[in-house]
């Protein structure tokens, strides 16, 4: 009589243990060989969502692994807690964003503990905590004393009615994200941090992260953006002056028809004191976001100075001088010369100011016909250029560079798309930046015996702006070289600057410095970081950046954080909804709806719905599932399983009842096998034997390899060949190895089934199985038979059979012997191990 397996009595039980027991305690001065293992660490939004499970049971199913096979497995969890959503929901509920935030926190820590994650608790940290945030003002001033932090007036979106900076992405259409004001460009201080005195080595370091996927690394290749070119100065004509131009393509200036400058230009600014016409032209520059993709699809618009500028191959040729809204004062020098037939954006803006268009790169073989409605981009020769005709583009640029250095007029270079990283955000819930601003002094950084700066906790989001500005008296402070009366800065660090070195306070937690240097370079750098490929450019390569800053200025001998990445896929939800007769979408969750996959009707009402796409699970589309109620249903082992198998880890996952539910049929078949157990059964199954052997080393080579779908698939198949084998030492031998296979992915199952087989100890400090070499070996092979290249019976065999022995078998195959009817073959081919082809 077996009994039944309740998941919920195992789950919290198992999970009570592991606490009392500290399990997953990572010792720093173990001498076993070290593991870090750790997945992007949250924002406590509330509520974990099956992507959070997903990204999870990843990591853990490692970590587990990796302790089996006796590493010393460092896999914390800790909170990204400061953040704007906090200072919404202050400005919401009317509840302070410290109090809100520590409540998601226990919240969402009670969640994740009911998934059995094998994490080390003690090490747990929340960036909104003065324990951590201290430290990283502690690190934010010896980067300063290193020249590494700076300060100065930089272009910013402003939102004048929240009075707030705001970030490219938060500027939707021109206008704030949540008050809907028209933003405008300010100039406001603010910190920067000198990533771009690291560009080159952070693009070199790409080259070694070959456990990183390819899509990213090309991703932060772009983003860091390498270019080479050319500085070229272009003079006024008839005029005294000029102004310096960057390009990538110094080969297309034969086909140059304007030169524009930024909004933002010294020379625009001073045409501008004397133009009322240019003043209102450049504020309406400055109402458009900062964003690139803003700028990219925003129309093409420009003002003609009226000056003219000399072209440097020739003398009599003039060009006009725009100021344009595309261009931009940070990236080269603020200027650009014009070459429409080459360049979209150019071509767009030649057509709407009738300007001339001259094609000078034509395909291979052609002479270039005349530039329609779209900029040629593509390979080719030099034509309507002079001296560069019949040059390959390479070979033209190489000569205008050699000609502009030898005349003096240009000179080959290097840019950067990487801007230096600004740091200033304009409110309250992040950490606060610590400097003191002296009358007499100037800015000054707040001593380390000062430290940590602590965010005051009285204060109010009645009024738009930053709290910190008004508050009565934290800003008033005095200053710490004159003793005079002196502000503190009230802006706070962008929050990625907390997550850019998590993963080391995670390895080295010491009261009084940011992390020991040996600890924290024992474990580092992470040896697997597993998350979404959304953060795969800002977050990654800032924290590349500080851990080699941190490097620079002797704190640790490390440089790259992670080792190795994996971004795992989405888990995705059909969607429901009905549209409204003026255009408006509602949308219904799969709680509110029945549905057979074909039609779809409200529980409550019987009316009809749409069934949509199935896409990411989104709560403004309410296709999300509580992993609570799921958890409460079928117990947290099925969940599990249900977020490794089926889709490849680093695809999409779709969710559907069936699965879960064919998941936890899954978890009761394993249960029914390790409860019926017949330990007395004698003789051994050679089949089964081999079968579990060779699970044994493929799933230890998924796991590694992060195939978790297809190690699931490999322990599908073992269950089932120990169903259909008949009881044996054997059987009851795979029964017991099976519960130490599955314990990565289903613990409390396995520990449950260790101690109903009467194993000591905990199974999640037990070894993984070792696989005999022996038994992964087939001694037996199946040979195809065919007739004429068609495949028409097929033999097991021995391993290694003879030729002439394959040949009388084949020969004697029930389906040959029919198939040639007593004619005798023509010729008769055999590969041994593998088929016997007979022509006849």
């Not at 109010?460 to 003793?483: A, E, M, Y």
Request: with cysteine.
């Amino acid at each position: 009589m077996h009994t039944r397996f309740n998941p919920l009595a195992a789950d919290a039980r198992w999970q009570k243990i592991w606490d009392e027991r500290e399990t997953f305690r990572a010792d720093d001065a173990s001498a076993k060989p070290k593991s870090y293992v750790l997945e992007m660490f949250p924002y406590p939004s509330g509520r974990i969502h099956m992507g959070h499970v997903r990204n999870y049971t990843m990591g853990d199913v490692l970590a587990r692994f990796r302790r089996m096979t006796g590493h010393e497995v460092l896999h914390p969890m800790g909170w990204d807690a400061f953040g704007m959503p906090a200072e919404n929901a202050a400005m919401e509920k009317k509840v302070h964003p410290g109090t809100w935030t520590r409540a998601n926190i226990q919240s969402m820590k009670k969640q994740l503990k009911r998934l059995g994650f094998a994490l080390d608790w003690s090490r747990e940290l929340a960036t909104c905590e003065p324990e951590y945030y201290g430290h990283e003002q502690a690190l934010f001033l010896d980067l300063y004393k290193s020249g590494l932090v700076y300060r100065k007036e930089s272009a910013v979106n402003w939102d004048p009615v929240d009075m707030t900076v705001l970030a490219n992405e938060q500027v939707i259409d021109g206008k704030g994200w949540r008050s809907g004001a028209v933003v405008e460009k300010r100039k406001l201080s603010q910190w920067f941090l000198k990533i771009t005195d690291f560009a080159d080595d952070l693009l070199a370091g790409l080259g070694d992260l070959k456990d990183w996927p390819e899509k990213v690394r090309l991703m932060q290749e772009n983003w860091i953006g390498k270019s080479q070119g050319m500085r070229l100065t272009f003079h006024f004509s008839g005029a005294p002056g000029g102004f310096e131009v960057f390009t990538t393509r110094p080969d297309t200036l034969y086909g140059a028809s304007f030169t524009a400058i930024a909004a933002e230009h010294p020379i625009a600014q001073e045409l501008a004191r004397n133009s009322p016409e240019l003043q209102a032209f450049i504020a309406d520059c400055q109402a458009t976001g900062t964003a690139a993709a803003d700028i990219e699809t925003a129309e093409k618009k420009g003002f003609d100075t009226g000056l003219r500028v000399t072209h440097p191959l020739d003398p009599n040729w003039h060009l006009p001088l725009y100021v344009a809204n595309f261009v931009l004062m940070d990236y080269g020098t603020g200027a650009v010369f014009g070459c429409p037939a080459h360049d979209q954006r150019d071509l767009d803006f030649a057509r709407k100011y009738d300007l001339p268009v001259t094609r000078v790169v034509a395909p291979e073989g052609e002479d270039g016909v005349a530039i329609g409605s779209e900029a040629y981009t593509g390979p080719g020769r030099l034509v309507n250029s002079h001296f560069l005709n019949g040059m390959a583009v390479e070979d033209a640029k190489a000569a205008i560079v050699a000609r502009a250095q030898h005349e003096g007029w240009g000179i080959g270079t290097t840019v950067w798309r990487l801007r230096d990283w600004g740091v200033s955000r304009q409110r309250y819930w992040g950490t606060p930046i610590p400097f003191i601003h002296c009358d007499e002094c100037g800015v000054v950084p707040v001593p380390k015996s000062q430290l940590p700066v602590k965010l005051p906790e009285d204060v109010s989001f009645d009024i738009p702006g930053n709290p910190l500005d008004r508050h009565p008296t934290w800003k008033h402070v005095d200053c710490p070289q004159c003793q005079k009366p002196a502000r503190r800065e009230t802006d706070t660090l962008d929050t990625f600057v907390d997550s850019s070195w998590y993963f080391i306070r995670f390895a080295s937690q010491p009261d009084d410095q940011p992390f020991d240097r040996a600890v924290a370079e024992s474990w580092l750098p992470v040896g697997q970081y597993i998350g979404g490929v959304e953060h795969a450019i800002l977050h990654l390569l800032y924290a590349r950046f500080w851990t080699r800053a941190l490097k620079h200025i002797g704190k640790i001998d490390v440089a790259e954080p992670f080792q190795g990445l994996f971004t795992q896929g989405m888990v995705t939800h059909i969607t429901y909804f009905q549209k409204e007769a003026d255009g408006k979408i509602l949308w219904y969750g799969p709680e509110d709806v029945n549905s057979d996959g074909q039609i779809a009707t409200l529980k409550d009402s019987g009316a009809k719905v749409t069934i949509g796409r199935i896409e990411k699970m989104s709560k403004s589309k309410k296709n999300v599932v509580d992993p609570d109620l799921i958890v409460d249903q079928y117990g947290a082992d099925a969940v599990r399983w249900f977020m490794l198998s089926d889709s490849p880890p680093e695809r999409d996952l779709p969710w559907s009842e069936a699965g879960i539910e064919g998941c936890w049929r899954f978890v009761n078949r394993l249960w029914r096998l390790i409860d019926g157990i017949e330990d007395a059964a004698q003789g051994q199954d050679k089949d089964l034997d081999r079968k579990l052997h060779k699970t044994i080393a493929g799933v230890a080579t998924d796991i590694e390899a992060l195939g978790f779908n297809k190690a699931v698939a490999k322990l599908y198949e073992l269950t089932g060949a120990i169903e259909k084998a008949k009881p044996s030492a054997s059987r009851a031998t795979a029964i017991r190895t099976l519960v130490r296979l599955v314990a990565p992915m289903a613990p409390h199952l396995a520990e449950e089934g260790w101690e109903t087989l009467g194993e000591t100890g905990l199974v999640a400090d037990a070894a993984w199985p070792t696989a005999d070499p022996a038994l992964l070996i087939d001694d037996e092979v199946t040979i195809a038979v065919q007739i004429n290249g068609k495949l028409r019976d097929t033999l097991t065999v021995a391993k290694g059979m003879p030729k002439d022995e394959l040949e009388a078998l084949a020969l004697a195959a029930p389906n040959v012997v029919r198939q040639l009817d007593g004619e005798t073959p023509k010729k008769i081919i055999v590969v041994p191990d593998r088929l016997v082809n007979i022509v006849a």
